[in-house]
């Protein structure tokens, strides 16, 4: 289990000034934690990641888990034949091999 002081200072020197700043750009929806944890987890199964990589990545026991939960999101992944699209810094989106 987590330090909760860990997660205190997560919380507070990084969750809350990203919110922070969001909210100043426009966003009106108050985040969870949760919606930025389903936002990666639908990315990776955008990007064709396989359930079981998406499955340790989100500490799911089973990929069952991971499919019950996103398997509405697999087959529409599918469906549009998406392809792996690199996120974040373009510089560092070459770097895999």
């Not at 002081?5 to 997560?10: G, N």
């Not at 969750?15 to 909210?23: E, H, K, M, Y």
């Not at 990929?63 to 992944?77: F, I, M, N």
Request: aromatic share 8%; proline share 5%; net charge positive.
């Amino acid at each position: 289990m987590s330090d909760p002081r860990k997660l205190t200072a997560h919380w507070q020197h990084y969750w809350l000034p990203a919110v922070r700043i969001a909210r100043a750009n426009g966003l009106q929806k108050n985040p969870r934690i949760y919606d930025l944890r389903h936002t990666h987890a639908s990315w990776l199964i955008q990007d064709g990641v396989n359930l079981f990589t998406i499955a340790r990545r989100l500490g799911h026991t089973s990929t069952r888990t991971t499919e019950q939960v996103y398997g509405h999101l697999c087959g529409r992944a599918v469906a549009q034949g998406i392809r792996y699209r690199p996120r974040g810094n373009p510089k560092r989106s070459g770097a895999r091999s």
